[in-house]
């Protein structure tokens, strides 16, 4: 009977830690959104770099984000669509826009590229305006403060916003920034929209370097949890993999109009997952103690 107790506490330990984990089936993919004129499709790629077709749209696709949850949040021409982890997609929001991110509290911001705005949406929905007044905004990022950057296409600036509104620019000068992808330790990466096109790195204090350049219309910038940028190269139909010391590699080529990124979250231990396997350690030590 003994030899059957730790057995028997093992298997209960593994079976509601898989609980806890398989709502996020796919930690560490990457989706894509791809546009052609009349219609679009989101890919997803596998951390080893397989590719498979997560859903089809009829409309042209822009931003695209993927929550806590797993599921997947693209915007189009006219709405943004919820996609479960299984690809089934229902309608979130008319409102929409390019870049998508969600705050710490999976508030979802949406920059409006052509209302010249940044929406906030609420988890059920309710649609409220952050910020106006932009010129053609673009990308959009938090830092882990939760200050919210943003890439002004038009002006060619980036402006950063506290997270009760207030905006202050951050950096001038920029040829048509697009995407924004923020590091481990908060500094901002902006493609830079053109043939030739460079992605330049700038520390919380606003210190600008190049980080790569001579690429072909970058657009789509996102970082996977070791650390590498992935970069959408929207004029050669790649995906740029970029090591944290600048190394650069082909991940994905013949994509049709490569535009936005976003990984999968990699789940942290949950708290009833830490209880579980503390509450287990804790039955074992008083075991092997009855045992002897």
Request: glycine share 12%; net charge neutral.
């Amino acid at each position: 009977m003994k030899g059957r107790v730790l057995p028997g506490i093992l298997s209960v330990v593994l079976a509601l830690v898989v609980m806890s984990t398989t709502a996020l089936a796919n930690p560490g993919d990457l989706y894509l959104t791809a546009s052609a004129p009349t219609s679009g499709a989101i890919f997803r790629f596998t951390p080893g770099g397989t590719k498979s077709t997560f859903a089809t749209t009829p409309n042209s696709n822009f931003g695209i984000a993927v929550d806590g949850g797993g599921n997947v949040y693209q915007a189009d021409l006219v709405s943004i669509n919820k996609y479960s982890s299984s690809g089934v997609p229902t309608l979130f929001s008319y409102a929409t826009g390019e870049e998508l991110a969600f705050d710490a509290n999976g508030n979802l911001f949406v920059a409006d590229f052509a209302g010249s705005a940044i929406y906030k949406i609420t988890p059920a929905g309710v649609v409220s305006v952050f910020a106006s007044g932009l010129n053609k905004p673009v990308g959009l990022e938090f830092d882990s403060s939760g200050n919210l950057f943003s890439s002004d296409y038009g002006s060619g600036n980036l402006y950063k916003f506290t997270p009760s509104g207030v905006r202050s620019t951050f950096a001038t000068g920029l040829f048509q920034p697009a995407c924004l992808t923020v590091d481990a330790t908060d500094n901002l990466f902006v493609a830079e929209f053109k043939a030739g096109g460079s992605i330049y790195e700038y520390t919380p204090a606003g210190v600008q370097s190049t980080f790569a350049s001579g690429l072909n219309r970058p657009w789509g910038l996102a970082f996977d949890e070791a650390g590498n940028l992935f970069e959408t190269d929207f004029g050669s139909g790649k995906i740029l993999k970029f090591t944290p010391g600048g190394a650069q590699s082909t991940f994905a080529t013949g994509i049709s109009q490569p535009s936005f990124l976003a990984f999968q979250p990699v789940p942290e231990p949950s708290t009833f997952v830490l209880l579980v396997l503390g509450i287990a350690s804790l039955t074992f030590v008083r075991y092997r103690r009855r045992i002897h």
